[in-house]
């Protein structure tokens, strides 16, 4: 939001874009992260743990998102032509 926000300022500044309409985007509510923390697996017992609490067909996705780190949208974007179980 910074990166836009300064966009906007020089876009005004170099009379690119109005003033008010500056001030009528910014006015738009932006969206506010919700309180908590971001939850991570803590060692290998809890991982352990989770796989076992999985249904057969999940275990798979779950154990590649551990190994690698991949989001959910990632990992349903995976296709058989990206996996090499070779390397």
Same mark, same amino acid.
């Given at each position: #939001?910074?990166?836009?926000? &300064?966009?906007? +300022?020089?876009?005004? @500044?170099?009379?690119?874009?109005?003033?008010?309409?500056?001030? @009528?985007?910014?006015?738009?509510?932006?969206?506010?992260? =919700?309180? $908590?923390?971001?939850?991570?697996?803590? $060692?290998?017992?809890?991982? @352990?743990?989770?796989?076992?609490?999985? @249904? /057969?067909?999940?275990? =798979?996705?779950?154990? +590649?998102?551990? &190994?690698? $780190? #991949?989001?959910?949208?990632?990992?349903?974007?995976?296709?058989? /032509?990206?996996? /090499? #179980?070779? &390397?």
């Amino acid at each position: #939001m910074a990166t836009l926000n &300064h966009a906007l +300022t020089k876009a005004v @500044e170099w009379k690119l874009l109005r003033k008010a309409l500056r001030e @009528e985007l910014t006015a738009i509510r932006k969206y506010q992260e =919700p309180d $908590g923390r971001l939850r991570y697996l803590s $060692g290998e017992a809890e991982a @352990e743990r989770l796989l076992q609490a999985c @249904e /057969d067909w999940l275990r =798979p996705i779950v154990l +590649t998102a551990i &190994h690698t $780190g #991949m989001r959910k949208g990632e990992l349903l974007g995976l296709t058989w /032509d990206c996996v /090499d #179980m070779t &390397h």
